[in-house]
Protein backbone atom coordinates (compact mmCIF):
# COMPACT_ATOMS: atom_id res chain seq x y z
CA UNK A 1 0.00 0.00 0.00
CA UNK A 2 1.24 3.22 -1.03
CA UNK A 3 1.62 5.69 1.87
CA UNK A 4 1.25 9.67 2.09
CA UNK A 5 1.71 12.88 3.92
CA UNK A 6 4.67 12.48 6.36
CA UNK A 7 5.15 9.06 6.10
CA UNK A 8 6.58 9.14 1.95
CA UNK A 9 9.91 8.82 1.21
CA UNK A 10 11.43 8.80 -2.07
CA UNK A 11 10.60 5.26 -3.09
CA UNK A 12 6.90 6.10 -3.07
CA UNK A 13 7.65 9.31 -5.58
CA UNK A 14 6.65 8.18 -9.06
CA UNK A 15 8.96 8.94 -12.28
CA UNK A 16 8.22 9.01 -15.67
CA UNK A 17 10.19 6.00 -17.16
CA UNK A 18 12.85 7.56 -19.90
CA UNK A 19 12.56 10.93 -18.69
CA UNK A 20 15.81 13.32 -18.67
CA UNK A 21 16.37 15.99 -16.19
CA UNK A 22 16.87 18.89 -18.71
CA UNK A 23 17.90 22.46 -17.93
CA UNK A 24 15.00 25.41 -18.83
CA UNK A 25 14.93 26.79 -21.77
CA UNK A 26 16.24 30.08 -22.56
CA UNK A 27 15.96 32.50 -24.97
CA UNK A 28 19.31 33.79 -25.17
CA UNK A 29 21.45 32.85 -27.74
CA UNK A 30 25.28 32.94 -27.71
CA UNK A 31 26.77 36.21 -29.72
CA UNK A 32 29.57 34.08 -31.49
CA UNK A 33 31.52 37.44 -31.17
CA UNK A 34 35.26 35.26 -32.11
CA UNK A 35 33.06 33.98 -35.75
CA UNK A 36 34.71 33.83 -38.96
CA UNK A 37 33.75 35.79 -41.66
CA UNK A 38 32.82 33.84 -44.54
CA UNK A 39 31.44 34.19 -48.33
CA UNK A 40 28.88 30.99 -49.21
CA UNK A 41 30.24 30.36 -52.85
CA UNK A 42 28.02 27.19 -53.12
CA UNK A 43 25.48 25.11 -51.75
CA UNK A 44 24.11 21.43 -52.17
CA UNK A 45 22.10 19.02 -50.26
CA UNK A 46 22.54 20.91 -46.59
CA UNK A 47 26.31 21.39 -47.28
CA UNK A 48 27.49 24.79 -47.45
CA UNK A 49 31.00 25.85 -49.48
CA UNK A 50 32.29 29.06 -48.18
CA UNK A 51 35.57 31.12 -48.26
CA UNK A 52 36.74 32.01 -45.28
CA UNK A 53 40.25 34.52 -45.70
CA UNK A 54 41.78 31.92 -48.64
CA UNK A 55 40.71 28.56 -47.16
CA UNK A 56 37.54 27.24 -48.72
CA UNK A 57 35.23 25.62 -45.61
CA UNK A 58 32.76 22.92 -45.24
CA UNK A 59 30.08 24.02 -43.36
CA UNK A 60 26.06 23.21 -42.28
CA UNK A 61 23.49 26.00 -41.13
CA UNK A 62 23.16 25.87 -37.36
CA UNK A 63 20.23 25.24 -35.61
CA UNK A 64 19.52 28.49 -33.74
CA UNK A 65 19.17 29.70 -37.38
CA UNK A 66 15.74 28.05 -37.78
CA UNK A 67 14.23 28.37 -41.17
CA UNK A 68 16.30 31.20 -42.27
CA UNK A 69 18.62 29.84 -45.47
CA UNK A 70 21.86 30.85 -46.60
CA UNK A 71 22.62 31.36 -50.30
CA UNK A 72 25.21 31.83 -52.65
CA UNK A 73 27.13 35.24 -52.10
CA UNK A 74 25.63 35.73 -48.29
CA UNK A 75 28.15 36.98 -45.79
CA UNK A 76 28.20 34.30 -42.78
CA UNK A 77 29.59 34.13 -39.08
CA UNK A 78 30.94 30.71 -39.11
CA UNK A 79 32.71 28.90 -36.06
CA UNK A 80 33.97 25.54 -35.55
CA UNK A 81 36.83 23.64 -37.58
CA UNK A 82 37.80 26.17 -40.08
CA UNK A 83 40.74 24.50 -40.83
CA UNK A 84 39.21 23.34 -44.21
CA UNK A 85 40.84 19.92 -44.35
CA UNK A 86 38.33 16.86 -45.76
CA UNK A 87 35.93 15.68 -43.93
CA UNK A 88 35.63 18.87 -41.46
CA UNK A 89 32.70 20.77 -41.10
CA UNK A 90 32.09 24.34 -39.63
CA UNK A 91 28.99 25.68 -38.13
CA UNK A 92 27.22 29.13 -39.98
CA UNK A 93 25.53 30.72 -36.68
CA UNK A 94 24.93 34.34 -38.26
CA UNK A 95 23.85 35.34 -42.04
CA UNK A 96 24.65 39.14 -41.96
CA UNK A 97 22.30 41.68 -43.56
CA UNK A 98 21.92 41.46 -47.17
CA UNK A 99 22.82 44.56 -50.03
CA UNK A 100 20.35 43.34 -52.79
CA UNK A 101 18.74 39.58 -53.54
CA UNK A 102 17.53 38.45 -57.27
CA UNK A 103 14.54 36.33 -56.75
CA UNK A 104 12.33 34.12 -58.91
CA UNK A 105 9.44 32.46 -58.92
CA UNK A 106 9.01 28.91 -61.02
CA UNK A 107 5.67 30.33 -62.20
CA UNK A 108 3.47 33.79 -61.88
CA UNK A 109 1.15 32.21 -60.21
CA UNK A 110 3.65 30.26 -57.96
CA UNK A 111 3.74 31.62 -53.77
CA UNK A 112 7.03 30.36 -53.33
CA UNK A 113 9.87 32.67 -53.86
CA UNK A 114 13.41 31.31 -54.66
CA UNK A 115 16.64 33.14 -53.71
CA UNK A 116 19.09 32.98 -56.35
CA UNK A 117 21.91 35.40 -55.46
CA UNK A 118 22.58 37.55 -52.43
CA UNK A 119 24.56 40.59 -52.43
CA UNK A 120 25.30 40.71 -56.15
CA UNK A 121 26.22 44.21 -57.75
CA UNK A 122 24.81 43.40 -61.08
CA UNK A 123 22.42 41.51 -63.22
CA UNK A 124 23.83 39.99 -66.49
CA UNK A 125 21.54 38.33 -68.32
CA UNK A 126 22.85 36.49 -71.37
CA UNK A 127 21.10 36.14 -74.50
CA UNK A 128 22.05 34.80 -77.95
CA UNK A 129 20.63 36.78 -81.02
CA UNK A 130 20.65 33.41 -83.07
CA UNK A 131 20.22 29.82 -82.25
CA UNK A 132 18.20 30.05 -80.06
CA UNK A 133 15.85 33.00 -80.84
CA UNK A 134 16.35 35.78 -78.57
CA UNK A 135 13.08 35.77 -75.53
CA UNK A 136 12.36 39.90 -75.04
CA UNK A 137 9.59 38.56 -72.89
CA UNK A 138 12.17 36.38 -70.31
CA UNK A 139 14.75 39.53 -70.70
CA UNK A 140 12.04 42.22 -69.79
CA UNK A 141 11.16 39.86 -66.59
CA UNK A 142 14.96 39.33 -65.53
CA UNK A 143 15.46 43.41 -65.99
CA UNK A 144 12.38 43.41 -63.35
CA UNK A 145 14.17 40.98 -61.21
CA UNK A 146 17.43 43.11 -61.23
CA UNK A 147 15.74 46.15 -60.66
CA UNK A 148 13.23 45.07 -57.55
CA UNK A 149 16.33 43.29 -55.83
CA UNK A 150 18.63 46.29 -56.21
CA UNK A 151 20.81 44.98 -58.95
CA UNK A 152 22.51 46.93 -61.66
CA UNK A 153 21.49 45.06 -65.21
CA UNK A 154 24.18 44.42 -68.11
CA UNK A 155 23.32 42.84 -71.43
CA UNK A 156 25.42 39.84 -73.17
CA UNK A 157 24.41 39.89 -76.33
CA UNK A 158 26.14 36.22 -77.82
CA UNK A 159 26.37 34.88 -81.55
CA UNK A 160 26.26 38.49 -83.52
CA UNK A 161 28.02 36.22 -86.15
CA UNK A 162 24.74 34.85 -87.25
CA UNK A 163 22.66 37.96 -87.09
CA UNK A 164 23.12 41.77 -86.08
CA UNK A 165 22.27 42.89 -82.79
CA UNK A 166 20.46 46.08 -83.71
CA UNK A 167 16.75 45.29 -83.86
CA UNK A 168 16.93 43.95 -80.06
CA UNK A 169 19.53 46.55 -78.47
CA UNK A 170 16.94 49.45 -79.97
CA UNK A 171 14.29 47.60 -77.95
CA UNK A 172 16.53 48.45 -74.82
CA UNK A 173 18.30 51.51 -75.55
CA UNK A 174 15.87 53.79 -74.06
CA UNK A 175 16.56 52.19 -70.77
CA UNK A 176 20.19 52.90 -70.85
CA UNK A 177 21.26 49.40 -69.97
CA UNK A 178 25.14 48.78 -70.40
CA UNK A 179 25.75 46.08 -72.82
CA UNK A 180 28.51 43.82 -74.35
CA UNK A 181 27.93 41.68 -78.03
CA UNK A 182 30.04 38.74 -78.31
CA UNK A 183 30.68 36.58 -81.62
CA UNK A 184 31.69 33.43 -81.37
CA UNK A 185 35.13 33.67 -82.80
CA UNK A 186 35.54 36.56 -80.51
CA UNK A 187 35.31 34.00 -77.40
CA UNK A 188 37.49 31.93 -78.82
CA UNK A 189 40.68 34.26 -79.89
CA UNK A 190 39.71 36.42 -76.25
CA UNK A 191 38.29 39.51 -77.22
CA UNK A 192 35.26 39.18 -75.99
CA UNK A 193 36.14 38.15 -72.37
CA UNK A 194 38.32 41.40 -72.66
CA UNK A 195 35.12 43.36 -73.39
CA UNK A 196 33.06 41.66 -70.76
CA UNK A 197 35.66 42.08 -68.00
CA UNK A 198 35.46 45.62 -68.22
CA UNK A 199 31.89 45.55 -67.01
CA UNK A 200 33.25 42.93 -64.26
CA UNK A 201 35.86 44.37 -62.26
CA UNK A 202 35.51 44.85 -58.86
CA UNK A 203 31.91 43.91 -58.98
CA UNK A 204 29.87 40.51 -57.75
CA UNK A 205 28.13 39.82 -61.20
CA UNK A 206 25.30 36.68 -61.50
CA UNK A 207 25.10 35.74 -64.94
CA UNK A 208 21.22 34.07 -65.65
CA UNK A 209 20.24 33.24 -69.12
CA UNK A 210 18.15 30.53 -70.90
CA UNK A 211 19.95 26.79 -72.29
CA UNK A 212 21.97 27.17 -75.35
CA UNK A 213 22.42 31.01 -75.21
CA UNK A 214 26.39 30.09 -74.25
CA UNK A 215 26.08 31.19 -70.81
CA UNK A 216 28.48 28.72 -69.11
CA UNK A 217 30.93 28.96 -72.41
CA UNK A 218 31.87 32.70 -71.63
CA UNK A 219 31.91 32.09 -67.44
CA UNK A 220 34.44 28.65 -68.30
CA UNK A 221 36.60 31.78 -70.39
CA UNK A 222 36.29 34.80 -67.58
CA UNK A 223 37.29 31.63 -65.18
CA UNK A 224 39.67 29.01 -65.89
CA UNK A 225 39.95 25.43 -65.02
CA UNK A 226 42.97 26.27 -62.19
CA UNK A 227 40.98 29.37 -61.11
CA UNK A 228 38.08 27.26 -60.25
CA UNK A 229 40.52 24.83 -58.27
CA UNK A 230 41.17 27.88 -55.55
CA UNK A 231 37.23 27.75 -55.00
CA UNK A 232 36.89 24.25 -54.56
CA UNK A 233 34.81 21.43 -56.32
CA UNK A 234 32.70 22.56 -59.06
CA UNK A 235 28.95 21.27 -58.69
CA UNK A 236 28.08 20.87 -62.75
CA UNK A 237 27.24 18.23 -64.73
CA UNK A 238 28.64 17.39 -68.18
CA UNK A 239 26.82 15.22 -70.46
CA UNK A 240 27.36 14.32 -74.70
CA UNK A 241 29.48 17.77 -75.30
CA UNK A 242 26.69 20.22 -72.72
CA UNK A 243 28.51 21.70 -69.81
CA UNK A 244 25.29 22.40 -67.51
CA UNK A 245 25.35 24.29 -64.45
CA UNK A 246 23.09 22.41 -61.75
CA UNK A 247 23.65 25.00 -58.88
CA UNK A 248 24.38 28.43 -58.37
CA UNK A 249 28.27 28.77 -57.96
CA UNK A 250 30.54 31.78 -57.03
CA UNK A 251 33.87 31.61 -58.62
CA UNK A 252 36.69 34.38 -58.58
CA UNK A 253 37.72 36.59 -61.67
CA UNK A 254 41.31 36.01 -62.14
CA UNK A 255 43.49 39.11 -62.26
CA UNK A 256 40.42 41.28 -60.11
CA UNK A 257 38.78 41.12 -56.80
CA UNK A 258 35.37 40.66 -58.71
CA UNK A 259 33.26 37.83 -58.35
CA UNK A 260 31.27 35.61 -61.13
CA UNK A 261 28.25 34.03 -60.06
CA UNK A 262 27.49 31.12 -62.34
CA UNK A 263 23.09 30.18 -62.05
CA UNK A 264 21.58 26.94 -63.51
CA UNK A 265 19.98 27.83 -67.01
CA UNK A 266 16.30 29.16 -66.42
CA UNK A 267 13.33 28.10 -68.57
CA UNK A 268 11.01 30.74 -66.95
CA UNK A 269 11.17 33.40 -64.69
CA UNK A 270 8.48 34.01 -62.56
CA UNK A 271 7.42 37.27 -60.53
CA UNK A 272 4.88 36.72 -58.51
CA UNK A 273 7.26 37.91 -55.50
CA UNK A 274 7.70 41.13 -56.90
CA UNK A 275 5.74 44.42 -56.23
CA UNK A 276 5.60 46.08 -59.15
CA UNK A 277 5.74 49.94 -56.95
CA UNK A 278 9.42 49.22 -56.77
CA UNK A 279 10.16 48.79 -60.60
CA UNK A 280 10.05 52.29 -60.74
CA UNK A 281 13.14 52.97 -58.76
CA UNK A 282 14.99 52.10 -61.83
CA UNK A 283 13.87 55.26 -63.68
CA UNK A 284 14.86 58.44 -61.77
CA UNK A 285 13.98 60.91 -64.79
CA UNK A 286 9.97 59.31 -64.09
CA UNK A 287 9.83 58.63 -60.62
CA UNK A 288 9.21 62.18 -59.52
CA UNK A 289 6.24 61.96 -62.08
CA UNK A 290 4.55 60.04 -60.49
CA UNK A 291 3.73 62.53 -57.01
CA UNK A 292 0.62 63.34 -59.02
CA UNK A 293 -0.71 59.84 -59.61
CA UNK A 294 -3.42 58.36 -57.63
CA UNK A 295 -3.21 56.06 -55.04
CA UNK A 296 -1.70 52.34 -56.04
CA UNK A 297 -1.35 53.81 -59.77
CA UNK A 298 -0.27 50.56 -62.12
CA UNK A 299 1.03 53.78 -64.40
CA UNK A 300 -1.20 52.84 -67.21
CA UNK A 301 -4.44 54.44 -66.55
CA UNK A 302 -6.44 57.47 -67.55
CA UNK A 303 -5.33 58.95 -64.43
CA UNK A 304 -1.50 58.69 -63.91
CA UNK A 305 0.46 61.63 -64.01
CA UNK A 306 3.32 60.42 -66.17
CA UNK A 307 1.90 61.00 -69.03
CA UNK A 308 1.78 64.82 -68.12
CA UNK A 309 5.27 64.56 -66.69
CA UNK A 310 6.43 63.35 -70.18
CA UNK A 311 4.08 66.20 -72.02
CA UNK A 312 6.33 68.38 -70.62
CA UNK A 313 9.21 67.86 -71.37
CA UNK A 314 10.75 65.60 -68.30
CA UNK A 315 11.21 62.65 -70.10
CA UNK A 316 11.48 60.81 -73.10
CA UNK A 317 8.07 59.13 -74.12
CA UNK A 318 10.30 55.96 -74.95
CA UNK A 319 10.88 55.86 -71.18
CA UNK A 320 7.45 55.54 -70.31
CA UNK A 321 6.82 53.36 -73.19
CA UNK A 322 9.90 51.10 -71.71
CA UNK A 323 8.37 51.47 -67.70
CA UNK A 324 5.23 50.22 -69.20
CA UNK A 325 6.17 47.40 -71.08
CA UNK A 326 8.59 46.00 -68.23
CA UNK A 327 5.73 46.66 -65.39
CA UNK A 328 2.97 44.16 -68.00
CA UNK A 329 5.77 41.53 -67.77
CA UNK A 330 4.28 41.35 -64.33
CA UNK A 331 0.93 40.55 -65.75
CA UNK A 332 1.77 38.87 -69.19
CA UNK A 333 3.15 35.59 -69.71
CA UNK A 334 6.29 35.46 -71.69
CA UNK A 335 4.89 33.88 -74.73
CA UNK A 336 2.35 36.42 -75.00
Not at 46 to 55: A, I, N, P, S, W
Not at 193 to 217: M, P, Y
Request: net charge neutral; hydrophobic share 35%; proline share 6%.
Amino acid sequence: MRRYGKHTDEDDIRTRPGRRNTRPRTNLRPKHEDAAEGLVLTVDRGRLTCLVEDRVVMAMKARELGRKAAVVGDRVALVGDLSGTKDTLARIVRIEERTSVLRRTADDDDPYERVVVANADQLAVVTALADPEPRPRLIDRCLVAAYAGGLDPLLVLTKSDLAPPDKLLELYGHLDIPYVVTSREELQNGTAVARVREQLDGKITAFVGHSGVGKTTLVNALVPEERRRTTGHVNAVTGRGRHTTTSALALPLAGSDGWVVDTPGIRSFGLNHVDPSRVIHAFPDLEPGTEGCPRACSHDEPDCALDAWVAEGHADPARLYSLRRLLATRERKEGD
